[in-house]
């Protein structure tokens, strides 16, 4: 590829970022008095797969919109490849996306649609090459045989094949991806979820992904950026995004989560987190701070066995069970403390006979390493 000469940008020239596809500096993003994105700083590295994650309204689809340019920052900077973006309209961008709801067109056929953006090419390309281009694309996403379909006979799940093939046919630096797998149910979308893996890394481009689903953004992307009320509150991998959680919102928000109000002190040489019903838990994580507290646990980190007469620890009663075939979740209401969400994985728990019915009492066993503990002021 011929190198890009450096664009001016004000008083300076920003070199072509060799690393970076895109790069967010400094960008906000306003609508009247409402800020949708504020303070923006994000390198996307040259060929990740990046997923953008947070509840409605965050301001993930904002970002992705702005990098397609169908919105202009506020204030602060977008580059793609190192090149300012300020000012350049959409369908000079090297860029492509593929939107929530496809938006094919329903009387072309598939060749076709997928050919569009081809035609679109100035200096125009000629007939055969167009072709070839279409027919490959098609070939990537396992759909050479459907050139001649009309959209209407397509499944959901090939129409959203279809998209993908338009989208990458221009051979884009970057593909946006606005919760592309929300139309489809469960079984396709993990089927689909596989094919998207399977295609950036044939592909080698830069993927970024919008969804609220944490679970696609999980299972993936390299690295998960959640996003809350139009900032960034944490871009790690998804193992660290789940396993060490900056905040209690993304304790909250990936994954499930028991939270408890506990106060946390000094205990010989060491800290423990005392709760309400008077459970005293060793805690093993450094730099606990002392004070109040309010501690996240993974329902999956809580083992529960029958309880006994004998029985000193933790102890409540099963109060609901959630049958998920190679897993068991329930509801344990503990004196003090309230319901607490726990996750069996029958595998390790011996089947059938790990089955606890509703009003068993169980007791609750924690590991001191489980619990993640986030200042009550900062909750």
Known sequence: MARQSPRPQGNRTVEPSAEFDVEFRGVAKRYGDVTAVSGIDLQLKRGAFIALLGPSGCGKTTCLRMIGGFEQPSDGDLLIAGQSMRGVPAYRRPVNMVFQHYALFPHFDVETNVAYGLRQIRPRLDDKEIRRRAAEALDMVHLGKFAKRRIHELSGGQQQRVALARAIVNRPRVLLLDEPLAALD???????????????????????????????????????????????????????????PASLFVADFVGKTNRLDAVVEHQGGSVAARFGNGLVLPLTRPDVAIGKAVVAIRPEAIALQPATPASTGLVGDVTHRIFLGSSVEYSVAVAGLGDLLVFADRALQGGAASLYEPGARVELTISPAAPHVFSHDAA
Not at 187 to 201: C, D, F, G, S, T
Not at 209 to 237: F, K, Y
């Open 186 to 244: 469960k079984k396709l979308r993990i089927a689909m979820q596989l094919e998207l893996q399977n295609l950036h890394r044939e592909l080698g481009i830069t993927f970024l992904l919008v969804t609220h689903d944490q679970e696609e953004a999980l299972s993936m992307s390299d690295q998960v950026c959640v996003m809350n009320t139009g900032r960034i509150v944490q871009l790690s991998s998804p193992q660290d995004i789940y396993d060490n």
